[in-house]
């Protein structure tokens, strides 16, 4: 009997040992089933617009299968369709690391940091790429956009005239490279790159909108009106107020009228001017303004006035573009001439949203007596139609022909508002050595037609 028990009990055993064996797999094969399931759910997902769907659907995908390449990658791109930068980076540099060889992988990284404004990095993805296949259409189409967004427009049109010699019909190409000529200047050029798009994507929202924002409009209104009031001296408020209408001959050239209106002092001054502004080349641009008051009180007699803008470089690795600018003006009071000589350099970061602007002012007063100064400015395009400014400036100004050193702080916005309207809102503190302080509110408005 026990012998028996004993057989019995190996039998059954060895009938367990053998069922363990042949349903081991199942799991295995159930949970890549499962893995296989929500790849394709995440990968509809997107393809449809739902990405948060498709983000936790890929989520649960990883979990399965920590180390997929394909499921990091896809990841990593709904997240940064998703706004989600920082998220979608780490997800795409692990999948690099795991196959660097992977060209999606590191072209999605490339587009994920020229998104997040770190165009430096983004190339140098780009490069890897065109290394092992120069002629990677995708490849280069970004090597084209990141030169477009770093203002190497010429750079930008030789790459994709070369994609488009080979693939007419490459509708990222034409698109980008309608936005390269409207960025030269070159308006209808641009416009039939547009409709040579929207030909391929007759039903693109954003083709069209750019096709309707290059339509001429050569002319542009701007108005504002400020109030000032002051402390540490009492003196009556000012207000001023100014109409300015600019034409575009071409789209490089323009010439513009200015009107202002000032109430100071209990008495009031009309100042009249006009003007030309013109960029010759995409690297060089410039004005030149003058004009005077009747009857002058406060404001100067005449003046003349000009400024030049040169760009040294494009870029310098992750910095955007680099400007030198002069800026000159002599205004002749009853009291004497004032000149100011003013060079400056202008640096842009992160793909051009922000910019830093930075002056020596140099004032040559009516006695002739010379005093330097000094201008920093910071400008932040937040979106396409907010942008913020604040600086400080510490510098000679003229107030009614005299020349007294001042200490400035300021802040501004402008809003983009559609159909080529805008508004802008402003505020100046002014600390005026020996004398008064001044606070400025401006309120402007701009039409173009």
Request: aromatic letters at 10%; glycine letters at 8%.
């Amino acid at each position: 009997m026990s012998r028996n028990f004993q057989a019995l009990v190996r039998v059954l055993c060895g009938a367990l040992v053998a069922w363990s064996i042949c349903t081991a797999g199942a799991p295995l094969e159930a949970a890549e089933d499962d893995y296989g399931r929500l790849y394709e759910t995440a990968r509809q997902a997107r393809q449809d617009g739902d990405f948060e769907s498709a983000a936790a659907a890929l989520e649960r995908a990883l979990a399965i299968r920590p180390n997929s390449v394909d499921a990091l990658y896809l990841l990593g791109m709904v997240l940064a369709y998703q706004d989600r930068n920082p998220e979608a980076l780490a997800k795409l540099r692990r999948a690099r690391e795991l196959d660097p060889a992977n060209d999606d992988v590191r072209l999605g990284l490339a587009r994920v940091l020229g998104w997040s404004g770190e165009t430096g990095a983004a190339e140098r993805e780009v490069s890897v790429v065109l290394e092992r296949r120069p002629e990677n259409s995708e490849a280069r189409l970004l090597k084209a956009r990141f030169a477009y967004y770093q203002g190497r427009l010429a750079a930008a049109e030789k790459t994709l005239a070369a994609i488009l010699e080979r693939e007419p019909e490459n509708l990222e190409a034409l698109e980008l490279m309608g936005d390269v000529k409207m960025a030269a200047g070159e308006i209808p050029v641009a416009r039939d790159f547009y409709r040579l798009a929207l030909d391929i994507a007759p039903n693109s929202p954003g083709i069209e909108r750019k096709l309707d924002q290059s339509r001429p409009i050569p002319w542009r209104f701007d108005t504002g009106y400020s109030y000032s009031n002051f402390s540490r001296e009492n003196r009556d408020d000012w207000h001023e107020g100014f109409v300015q209408l600019r034409y575009g001959i071409t789209p490089v050239t323009g010439l513009l009228g200015r009107v202002e209106v000032s109430h100071r002092f209990d008495e009031e001054d009309i100042f009249l001017a006009a003007g030309a502004d013109h960029r010759p080349t995409e690297w060089l641009s410039g004005y030149v303004l003058f004009g005077g008051t009747p009857d002058a009180d406060f404001r100067e007699d005449w003046f003349v006035s000009g400024s030049a803008s040169a760009r040294l470089w494009p870029d310098l690795g992750d910095l955007g573009a680099t400007l030198l600018t002069l800026d000159a003006k002599r205004s002749s009071y009853d009291t004497g001439e004032v000149d100011t000589i003013s060079p400056g350099l202008q640096q842009y970061l992160y793909a051009g949203r922000i910019w830093l602007t930075g002056r020596w002012i140099n004032t040559f007063n009516e006695d002739n007596d010379w005093t330097t100064g000094w201008l920093a400015r910071l400008d932040w395009q937040v979106t396409e139609e907010f942008l913020l400014n604040i600086g400080a400036a510490d510098a000679g100004e003229t107030v009614a022909g005299e020349t007294v050193d001042t200490r400035s702080y300021f802040a501004g916005v402008v809003v983009d508002l559609p159909s080529g309207r805008g508004l802008r809102f402003d505020y100046l503190y002014e600390d005026r050595e020996g004398s008064y302080i001044r606070h400025s509110f401006g309120l402007g408005f701009s039409q173009r037609f």
